[in-house]
């Protein structure tokens, strides 16, 4: 069992940075791959970007892509989205998720609560 807790968020101007944190409970934190997933008002749940269970290999969707960044460092059992020129349309509650399988096509089986972001134009 792995739980995860969210923190990070919160309102910020467009062209501005956030830095979001996700810190793991349990021993088992590196056996994971961890995810960012983000779901604005109305919208679907959309993959943000992932980290291997190393720190060695990420993956990003295209709107993140060159703005984001993430890291994770398993002394720690925390991972985490450093997010620079944020966007009005990046606003949405971002999620971090635990996952099992292969690069990149990790299934998540352990979710946060999220922390919402919120970009003001």
């Known amino acids: 069992q792995v739980q995860l807790v969210e923190s990070g968020g919160g309102l910020v101007q467009a062209g501005g940075s956030l830095r979001l944190s996700c810190a793991a409970s349990?021993?088992?934190?590196?056996?994971?791959?961890m995810g960012w997933f983000r779901q604005a008002p109305e919208k679907e749940r959309e993959f943000v970007g992932v980290?291997?269970?190393?720190?060695?290999?990420?993956s990003y969707a295209d709107s993140a892509k060159g703005r984001f960044v993430i890291s994770r460092d398993n002394a720690k059992n925390t991972v985490f989205l450093q997010m620079n020129s944020l966007k009005p349309e990046d606003t949405a509650v971002y999620y971090c998720?635990?996952?099992?399988?292969?690069?990149?096509?990790?299934?998540?089986?352990?979710w946060g609560q999220g922390t919402q972001v919120t970009v003001s134009s």
């Open positions: 998720a635990a996952g099992s399988g292969n690069y990149p096509a990790y299934n998540y089986d352990y």
């Open positions: 980290i291997s269970r190393r720190g060695l290999r990420t």
């Open positions: 349990g021993r088992t934190f590196s056996s994971y791959a």
